[in-house]
């Protein structure tokens, strides 16, 4: 929770902001909900402790105004369309899915993302690839047509996250890449339904928040710093079962919203398109378990002397808690499912 009285106002001005653009009955006003949402959330990226971050603001608001200025006149253009100007609908809406593809980060456009990233703190991190990715998904659904151009840039978005990962060690880098992979998920998702993406994201965002909660009570930022998580196996425990879960690994319930997708998938005869998608998902799998597997065999460092600070007892216990949903929602889900 923010601790501060600007931060709190900020806070409720980005969720505002969310909310207008989600409930918006014009392309005008989902617009305006989207600029209230990017002036609330650059100040909350700056920092004074961090050089960073100033950076990071920086191109963030570039890339999101430039986003905005291009929705904006693909929505004047939609005027001067419907006053009889020749140009295909879908062509049209085609248009529009760019700049909110922009927006969210999703492949091709997610050039920016995994730079931005870089210089954000954890809590910004985690907005960025959470309730930042919202209202340009709630927006896209409107737009989302199961069409060859749409399944495009889904599979594009699969497959630049899960190929993306491979070769990072800024876990910062190869959680910007698994949200790249994710978004494309959920895109698949929307084709679903609202229902479904509100599942999928949901638990993205359970899981997410899971591994950024660890990661900055332990102050982490590479893969070699999180083998050994000072000596803390418990914490090393939680951290590595969430970064398997949010892989899509079956005992976890990261599986769950995937397993919705593709059934969802094959009823509606995507069969090439689950394939890929599993194999990608496949893909991530391996960077995550490239991260566990010698930390969990391996290497192990602890002393016997440890004395842990109060703050991060309260950290920790939050941490178990979101853990532990991790581990056993997907069975807590079926016994529901099977006693109704």
Do not use: D
Not at 4 to 16: A, E, R, V
Not at 92 to 99: A, D, G, L, N, S
Not at 268 to 277: C, G, I
């Amino acid at each position: 929770m923010p601790n501060t009285p600007t931060k709190i106002l900020l806070s409720m001005t980005l969720m505002g902001g969310i909310l207008i653009s989600i409930s918006a009955n014009s392309w005008l006003g989902a617009w305006m909900g989207l600029e209230i949402n990017l002036m609330s959330f650059i100040p909350m990226m700056s920092s004074q402790e961090n050089i960073f971050t100033t950076e990071a603001s920086l191109k963030y608001f570039i890339i999101q105004a430039l986003a905005s200025s291009t929705l904006l006149f693909l929505v004047l253009m939609k005027t001067l369309v419907n006053q009889g100007l020749p140009m295909s609908e879908y062509v049209h809406e085609y248009m529009i899915m760019t700049p909110l593809l922009l927006k969210m980060g999703a492949a091709p456009m997610h050039w920016w993302f995994p730079s931005v990233m870089e210089g954000l703190s954890w809590t910004n991190c985690l907005l960025v690839m959470t309730v930042q990715k919202m209202a340009p998904m709630m927006l896209a659904s409107y737009l989302m047509k199961s069409t060859l151009v749409v399944l495009i840039m889904i599979g594009m978005s699969v497959v630049v996250g899960s190929l993306g990962g491979m070769n990072q060690t800024s876990i910062r880098k190869i959680l910007t890449y698994s949200s790249i992979n994710h978004t494309g998920w959920m895109l698949m998702a929307l084709l679903g339904g609202s229902s479904l993406w509100m599942l999928y994201f949901t638990i993205y965002s359970l899981l997410t928040t899971t591994v950024t909660t660890i990661a900055k009570m332990y102050n982490t930022s590479f893969i070699n710093q999180s083998l050994m998580t000072k000596g803390n196996k418990s914490a090393k425990y939680l951290l590595f079962s969430s970064l398997l879960s949010l892989g899509g690994l079956p005992p976890f319930i990261g599986f769950l919203p995937k397993w919705a997708v593709i059934q969802t998938m094959i009823t509606n005869k995507m069969s090439f398109m689950m394939t890929m998608m599993v194999i990608m998902s496949l893909a991530t799998l391996y960077f995550y378990l490239r991260m566990c597997y010698s930390s969990f065999m391996i290497l192990h460092n602890e002393t016997k002397w440890i004395i842990w600070p109060h703050k991060e007892e309260k950290s920790l216990m939050y941490s178990i808690i979101l853990a532990s949903v991790s581990l056993l929602g997907l069975i807590a889900c079926t016994m529901i499912t099977n006693i109704n």
